[in-house]
């Protein structure tokens, strides 16, 4: 049973980096036909995807937060990463990340339960 | 502003027939396999059927699924006050090469 679990601060200032973590058990990041994703899903509102990583390590962001996300992985503690600078307000939202099958049929089969982040000063 | 359009809100009393519509284009809906995924507030989105009806161990097979053209629906029969929750679809994007979502439809059973 995959399991994914989203870790890092609940608070986050205006202008600074949001630094998150999400550490899977159950499955390696870097096997399979599945992309590592970052979703986030602000209060009262709709699920956005942010981006993803292969299990080659190439990445793939929305384009509408490309120019301030980054997503990495680290095979040795089957771990992703996401950071998105320049933080404003409208970037607090409850951030997820999940697997994305990928083969053949796309669908994402596993989520982490979720963490939120608050950008305020 | 979401890619793919759902109505807000739908409803139902217990035992009716529900469908949440969703909306998309040729690039998503219109190309390839939409999922759907349903979400009791507070809690993370779940898989909740997928390509052609191909639902995970235990959900029931009220739940359906159709698709024409740019447009694909979720039917729910049997309505029941457990499946109360909010339902959002989603498909890959071939322009976005990405995954994208409705906005999310609330379901509320009367």
């Known amino acids: 049973q995959v399991q994914l679990q989203e870790s890092g601060p609940g608070l986050v200032k205006p202008s600074q980096t949001l630094s998150l973590t999400c550490t899977v058990s159950g499955g390696s990041i870097r096997t399979g036909s599945y992309h590592w994703s970052w979703i986030r899903q602000p209060a009262g509102k709709g699920l956005e995807w942010i981006g993803h990583?292969?299990?080659?390590?190439?990445?793939t962001y929305n384009p509408s937060l490309k120019s301030r996300v980054t997503i990495s992985g680290d095979t040795s503690k089957n771990q992703l990463s996401l950071n998105l600078s320049s933080v404003t307000a409208a970037d607090t939202a409850v951030y997820y990340c999940a697997r994305y099958s990928v083969g053949g049929v796309y669908f994402f089969d596993y989520w982490g339960q979720g963490t939120l982040v608050t950008v305020s000063s | 502003q979401s890619v793919l359009t759902q109505p807000p809100s739908a409803s139902g009393t217990p035992g009716q027939r529900v469908t949440i519509s969703c909306s998309g284009s040729s690039s998503n809906v219109g190309t390839n396999t939409v999922n759907w995924y349903h979400q009791v507030p507070g809690t993370a989105p779940k898989l909740l059927i997928y390509f052609n009806n191909q639902r995970p161990s235990g959900v029931p097979d009220r739940f359906s699924v159709s698709k024409s053209g740019t447009s694909a629906s979720l039917a729910i029969s049997g309505l029941q006050s457990e499946d109360e929750a909010d339902y959002y679809c989603?498909?890959?994007?071939?322009?976005?090469?990405?995954?994208?979502f409705g906005g999310g439809t609330k379901l509320t059973v009367l």
């Open positions: 989603a498909a890959w994007d071939d322009s976005l090469n990405g995954p994208v």
């Open positions: 990583i292969y299990t080659s390590g190439d990445t």
